[in-house]
């Protein structure tokens, strides 16, 4: 168990190019949680998956932002078009799905991304 | 919809104080109640967690009771470290397929 990892861990881009994060889960974890973090704010829920199926949205997640989880595996979250207010920490946390139990999100270290 | 509201920090103590940060929520029903924690430069760590009425969750010396008549769930230590030293965030989980809802985040700082 290495943990949820992500990728890269810092990206600076320029206004208007598009930028793509990816996150690999815990092996055996078929749920999949992407966040966002602004400065001095918690986290908020952007968008869930479970297994290959993306379930919920958050009105967060503008037409710019779209997510994938092939093969139900890793997943990947594009932003186009990047604007100077997306910049913050994106975090992809997963868990086990099942009856019963309470369910962990293990977090990753977090993708934070800088428009300029 | 679903909330948590947490005390604002920075919360600025010496080693061996007693800490206590304070998280009220609202939501439908009765949700799962968690502690994280965000060390400098770490990514968020659970610290505790509860699940229903009464339950007391404990970690490293941290605790927290989950309050349904006060609909809170405080976080207490009775000696911090300097080590503890980090941002707390309280949270909930909200809808079926329990996404988080966390508060803004308490910075703590601890003094030798």
């Known amino acids: 168990d290495t943990g949820v990892s992500q990728n890269p861990r810092h990206k600076i881009t320029k206004r208007g190019q598009n930028v793509t994060f990816r996150c690999d889960p815990i092996?055996?974890?078929?749920?999949l949680y992407w966040y966002r973090q602004t400065l001095g704010q918690g986290p908020e829920f952007l968008t869930y998956f479970q297994n290959e199926a993306q379930l919920e949205k958050s009105r967060l997640l503008s037409d710019r932002f779209s997510a994938e989880r092939p093969k139900g595996s890793f997943s990947t979250l594009e932003i186009q078009r990047t604007e100077q207010g997306d910049s913050a920490m994106y975090l992809c946390?997963?868990?086990?799905?099942?009856?019963?139990?309470?369910?962990?999100?293990?977090f990753g270290p977090g993708t934070r991304l800088t428009v300029t | 919809g679903d909330s948590v509201t947490q005390m604002e920090g920075p919360v600025t103590l010496s080693e061996e104080a007693f800490l206590t940060i304070n998280c009220t929520y609202t939501?439908?029903?009765?949700?799962?109640l968690f502690w994280y924690v965000q060390y400098p430069g770490e990514g968020l760590q659970l610290l505790l967690k509860?699940?229903?009425?009464?339950d007391k969750g404990s970690n490293k010396g941290f605790e927290a009771t989950y309050r349904k008549e006060t609909t809170s769930f405080h976080l207490e230590k009775g000696s911090v470290q300097v080590s503890d030293s980090a941002v707390y965030f309280c949270?909930?989980?909200?809808?079926?397929?329990?996404?988080?809802?966390f508060g803004a985040g308490t910075r703590l700082a601890v003094h030798p």
């Open positions: 509860a699940t229903k009425a009464d």
């Open positions: 949270a909930l989980y909200s809808g079926g397929y329990n996404k988080l809802i």
């Open positions: 092996s055996e974890h078929n749920r």
């Open positions: 946390a997963s868990s086990l799905g099942g009856l019963g139990g309470l369910l962990e999100q293990y």
């Open positions: 939501a439908t029903g009765y949700p799962s």
